[in-house]
């Protein structure tokens, strides 16, 4: 199996190969990898292959990273004010 990880935030792409699912679910994958040491923390964009069939797809998160929060006020005529 193939497992493609791309950063959301500066469309990194880190591609690890000859994966073996460990687990016994049929619902959930699971994996022993390594990542590699320059991998930078934050939300990325996975993609699970077996040759050329999409597997799965979704977002994962790696390390402490944490988003930017905003927040936003309702002022009193009830229209949303955001910080411009």
Known sequence: MELTLKNNVTKQEIVLTGLTDMGTNALFYQFNIALP????????????????????????????????????????????????
């Not at 923390?41 to 069939?53: A, H, S």
């Not at 597997?55 to 790696?62: E, F, W």
Request: contains cysteine; charged residues 25%.
């Open 37 to 84: 040491a320059d991998v930078l923390e934050g939300e990325y964009e996975y993609t699970l292959k077996d040759g050329v069939n999409v597997l799965a797809v979704g977002l994962c998160q790696i390390g402490d990273y944490t988003p930017n929060k905003t927040t936003y006020n309702k002022n009193k005529e009830g229209y949303t004010v955001y910080g411009g």
